[in-house]
C-alpha cells in the first residue's frame, strides 16, 4: 500500500477571476492610493504596500481568504507577492476597502469581522460615489482585540495613524496628506505614469519573476539529478 504523504502541497489562491473593481472610479481611487503609499514608503525597507490580491488568513485552509482594495503592511520584506499568507507574513497595519452598495454586507460584516480577528490596526472604508455610506469616509481603529470607530476631524477628514496620512473627500475620490510635511500625495494622474506605462512595468516585473522562479526550478532539478 502507498505511503501516504504527511505534508500535501497547498494552493492558495491568487485570483478569484472577478473584476478588480466595481467601476473605472473605483479603480481609479484604488490606484491613487496604492501608487500614493507605495511613493510615501519607497525608501522604507520594511514596508509594503499592494492590493486586490488574497490574503490568506489560516494556512491549511485555501477557502479562509480574503482580498483588501488596499493593503500596507509593516515589518515585512518588500517584494511583489501573488498573496499573502499571514502565517509567514505579519497581520497588515492598514487596510481600505473602497466601498459600494454592492459590496456593502461584504465590506460592513464579513470582511470587518475578519480584519478585526487577525489584528488588522485599522479598517478604512470610502464610498466614492456615496452610495450608502453617511458620511462616505469612515474608519475603524483596534484597541483590545475591538474595532472602535476613529473619530472625523471637523472637515470631514480621517487620520490614519499607521500610515501616517490625513485622508479627506476631494470630488468623488479621496486625498491623502502626509502629516509631517502636510503636503497632498499625488493622484495617480498627478504623477505623470500612464496606464500603459504601469501596465508594460507591471508585465516586465511579472516577466522577470516568472524567469527567476523557471531559474529556480532548473537549479533545483539539477541538484536533486546530481544528489540521486
Known amino acids: 500500500m502507498a505511503a501516504i504523504p504527511l505534508h500535501q502541497e497547498i494552493e492558495y489562491p491568487t485570483s478569484d477571476g472577478q473584476p478588480m473593481a466595481e467601476t473605472s472610479l473605483h479603480l481609479n481611487v484604488m490606484f491613487d492610493l496604492i501608487m500614493g503609499l507605495r511613493n510615501r514608503y519607497r525608501e522604507v525597507p520594511d514596508v509594503w504596500v499592494g492590493g486586490n490580491l488574497f490574503l490568506c488568513y489560516q494556512e491549511g485552509n485555501p477557502r479562509a481568504a480574503v482580498a483588501p482594495d488596499v493593503l500596507l503592511a509593516k515589518g515585512v520584506r518588500k517584494y511583489d507577492r501573488d498573496n499573502y499568507l499571514l502565517w509567514q507574513e505579519r497581520p497588515p497595519s492598514l487596510v481600505v476597502e473602497v466601498t459600494s452598495r454592492s459590496t456593502k454586507g461584504e465590506d460592513q460584516k464579513r470582511k470587518k469581522g ?101 531559474e529556480v526550478a532548473r537549479l533545483r532539478q539539477d541538484l536533486e539529478r546530481r544528489s540521486g
Open 114 to 214: 475578519i480584519y478585526e480577528q487577525i489584528g488588522v490596526e485599522e479598517y478604512i472604508l470610502f464610498d466614492p460615489y456615496a452610495e450608502y455610506l453617511n458620511p462616505s469616509l469612515q474608519g475603524f481603529r483596534l484597541l483590545a482585540g475591538k474595532y472602535l470607530p476613529i473619530l472625523l476631524n471637523p472637515d470631514g477628514s480621517l487620520l490614519s495613524q499607521t500610515s501616517g496620512v490625513l485622508m479627506r473627500r476631494e470630488g468623488e475620490k479621496l486625498r491623502m496628506f502626509d502629516v509631517q510635511t502636510r503636503k497632498p500625495l499625488p493622484w495617480f494622474e498627478e504623477t505623470g505614469v500612464t496606464i500603459d506605462e504601469l501596465d508594460r512595468k507591471l508585465e516586465a516585473e511579472r516577466r522577470a519573476r516568472l524567469a527567476l522562479e523557471e
